[in-house]
Each structure stands twice: as structure tokens, then as C-alpha cells.
């Protein structure tokens, strides 16, 4: 099946500074792409969908200027967190679908801002 | 799409059948029921998905009744690397739709 790779599985950065995180489809052309927010003991909330050559689509509630995403390839979206804040540690993790009520997500991103 | 509503938690012990159900009234014609596991840390892994009756996978099996307005996840014999949370979603079956989760049921299997 689809494999979906995500890169860094966990990164620390000072507050102020921008991370990003990669999310690879590995041999599955993903036109769109999903990323998600997870805090502790919570679900997951679907922050923005990435669009292979457009613009992603961003839920209510979360800023794009601060929340980056690029999606310029079939196999490779990124979300950059900018100008970080201890607010903004969180699990951020990206999916790709397959099917019907399908997806496949990628391992996730442990983000902790100091 | 619809919303779902399980459990917050279970325990089991291992060796058991668990079997976690699902409420989702508003379920649409063209929808489509799908499991998620969890691990802490991790990202989802898709169980299984079903649209009516019962589906049975080598991990699972997913019961469905004729309405359609609940499900119910169904793991044999559970053992502690089952541990986690199971997610219950339903939504349309064309590609590029979201997946929207709910609460999911946390299932702790003790020794």
C-alpha cells in the first residue's frame, strides 16, 4: 500500500525560530494532501489541505501566514511552522488519501518549542 | 459528514474479544464506515472499512447493521500491543475529501 513519510519525527526549536516538516508520498502520487494537529489526549484536528500546485486550504481557526504549506510536487508537501511559540508544540501529522474513506498517514511530527 | 460518537475508554485483558462500538445517526447514503488505530506517538494506521453487513480482515472484523446508523469494530483476542486508540469515521467515498475524526476510544489491554 501507499507509503506516506514524514520528516523530522521530532524537533525542538527555540521560540521565534520556523521549522518545517516534509511529508512524502512514497509511491503513490498525491495530488492532495492533509495535515492534522494533535494535542495530548486529543484527536486529531485537520488544520489545511495541500494542493498539488495551488494554494492549500485552511481551516477556520488556523492562521496561513503562520502555518505554511507547500505542495509543489505529486510526492512531497511541506507545512513550516513560522515564528514558533510554546502554544504551537503539538503533534503535527500529514495523510495522504487512497480511497474511499481511506488514507495513509505519515508517522508524525513530535514539535517542541522552547 | 456525519459525527460519531464512541466510547471514551475500555479495558480488556489480553486474550480477549473486544468489541468497540460506533453511534453515527446521520450516516449518509454514499458513506463510508472506516476504523483507525492509534499508537501513541504515531500517526493513524487504517483497520478496516466497511459500507454495510460485516467485513473481516486478517486484524479485524467490522459489523454493520441493516441501518447503518452504528458499527461495531470487533478485534479477536486482543494482546497489550493493542493498546491504543481506535477512531471511528465516516465520510463520502471520493478521494480528496478530509477525514474528520472524533473523540475515538482509548483501549487498554491489561496483562
Known amino acids: 500500500g501507499a507509503v506516506v513519510s514524514q520528516h523530522p519525527s521530532r524537533v525542538i526549536c527555540k521560540s521565534g525560530t520556523s521549522v518545517k516538516i516534509e511529508c512524502r508520498s512514497l509511491?503513490?502520487?498525491?495530488?492532495?494532501m492533509f495535515w492534522y494537529r494533535q494535542f495530548p489526549k486529543q484527536s486529531l484536528m485537520l488544520m489545511a489541505t495541500?494542493?498539488?500546485?495551488?494554494?492549500?486550504?485552511?481551516e477556520q481557526g488556523v492562521e496561513k501566514d503562520k502555518f505554511l504549506i507547500n505542495h509543489a510536487s505529486l510526492t512531497l508537501s511541506t507545512l513550516t511552522v513560522t515564528s514558533a511559540h510554546p502554544e504551537d508544540s503539538s503533534f503535527y501529522i500529514c495523510?495522504?488519501?487512497?480511497?474511499?474513506?481511506?488514507?495513509?498517514f505519515g508517522q508524525g511530527t513530535r514539535l517542541t518549542v522552547v | 459528514l456525519a459525527k460519531t460518537t464512541q466510547p471514551i475508554s475500555m479495558d480488556s485483558y489480553e486474550g480477549q474479544e473486544v468489541n468497540i462500538t460506533c453511534s453515527h445517526n446521520?450516516?449518509?447514503?454514499?458513506?463510508?464506515i472506516t476504523w483507525y488505530q492509534q499508537f501513541p506517538s504515531q500517526g493513524p494506521r487504517f483497520i478496516i472499512q466497511?459500507?454495510?453487513t460485516k467485513v473481516t480482515n486478517e486484524v479485524a472484523s467490522l459489523f454493520i447493521p441493516a441501518d447503518r446508523k452504528s458499527s461495531t469494530l470487533s478485534l479477536p483476542r486482543v494482546s497489550l500491543s493493542d493498546t491504543a486508540v481506535y477512531y471511528c469515521?465516516?465520510?463520502?467515498?471520493?478521494?480528496?475529501?478530509?477525514?474528520?475524526f472524533g473523540g475515538g476510544t482509548r483501549l487498554m489491554v491489561k496483562p
Open positions: 495523510s495522504t488519501d487512497v480511497g474511499p474513506g481511506e488514507a495513509f
Open positions: 509511491d503513490f502520487q498525491a495530488t492532495t
Open positions: 495541500s494542493n498539488e500546485g495551488s494554494k492549500a486550504t485552511y
Open positions: 446521520n450516516i449518509a447514503t454514499n458513506d463510508y
Open positions: 466497511g459500507y454495510k
Open positions: 469515521l465516516v465520510g463520502v467515498g471520493n478521494a480528496g475529501n478530509m477525514l474528520t
